[in-house]
């Protein structure tokens, strides 16, 4: 059976993985307490939304007005939680992907997490049987290197040599939305990783598609 695209160019945090609860989020406390402990927090569910606008650099040094110095130290603790803690892939999720894969397709990352922990999440969820995506992009101080930049998508279709009706976007947040407008590409909403009133209304009113879990997803990507 034909695939309906012949690239997926797939978000990590909170559309692959569970990550922003069990991660970022945590991380995101640790060090408000080291450089902010007059300060309470965002909730978790404000997280999101700062993530989703202004976006995680904005939110950093024009809310919360974090010099480069602090900025340095959101980074080392980020790194150091990302580094020892493995968060879950969305239940079928390898699944999905290995047999777009299987069925000739190109799976590519593009997320604000670093490209050497995204592949070692892939290998560590894979036990043994290891699948890695094709390509990955990840994060990079250079702002026109990621995400909401269209460079991303233009490379990967680049690098495959691909046109722009065979290339599809999955993501969960406004980011992902923009860089896959940008680069005139479709571009899918992953909800099931919250359920943000106004995310989820954007999402929806911005993509061409909205799934809200993983396996709608499958039955979309694979044709079913």
């Avoid at 992907?97 to 560590?124: C, N, P, W």
């Avoid at 930049?149 to 990967?156: A, F, H, N, R, W």
Wanted: negative net charge; glycine residues 4%.
């Amino acid at each position: 059976m034909s695939l309906r695209y012949s690239c997926l160019i797939l978000d990590h945090d909170d559309t692959a993985v569970n990550s922003t609860s069990e991660i970022h989020y945590p991380a995101h406390v640790e060090v408000m307490r080291r450089l902010r402990p007059e300060a309470t927090p965002v909730s978790l569910e404000n997280w999101f939304r700062k993530n989703f606008d202004p976006g995680l650099m904005e939110f950093l040094k024009k809310e919360l007005e974090f010099n480069d110095e602090e900025i340095e130290v959101e980074f080392e603790v980020w790194r150091e939680f990302t580094t020892n803690r493995f968060p879950e892939f969305y239940p079928g999720f390898i699944d999905i992907i290995r047999e777009f894969k299987k069925r000739g397709g190109i799976v590519a990352v593009v997320s604000h997490s670093e490209a050497d922990i995204i592949r070692q999440h892939y290998e560590t969820a894979t036990n043994g049987n290891i699948f890695i995506p094709d390509t990955i992009h990840g994060w990079t101080m250079d702002s026109e290197k990621r995400k909401p930049s269209p460079y991303p998508v233009t490379e990967i279709m680049k690098q495959f040599s691909l046109s722009k009706e065979d290339v599809l976007v999955v993501d969960d947040l406004k980011p992902g939305v923009e860089m896959a407008k940008a680069a005139g590409v479709p571009i899918a909403a992953a909800g099931w990783s919250h359920q943000i009133g106004e995310i989820k209304a954007f999402m929806k009113a911005n993509c061409q598609v909205y799934f809200d879990d993983p396996e709608a997803f499958g039955r979309y990507v694979l044709n079913q």
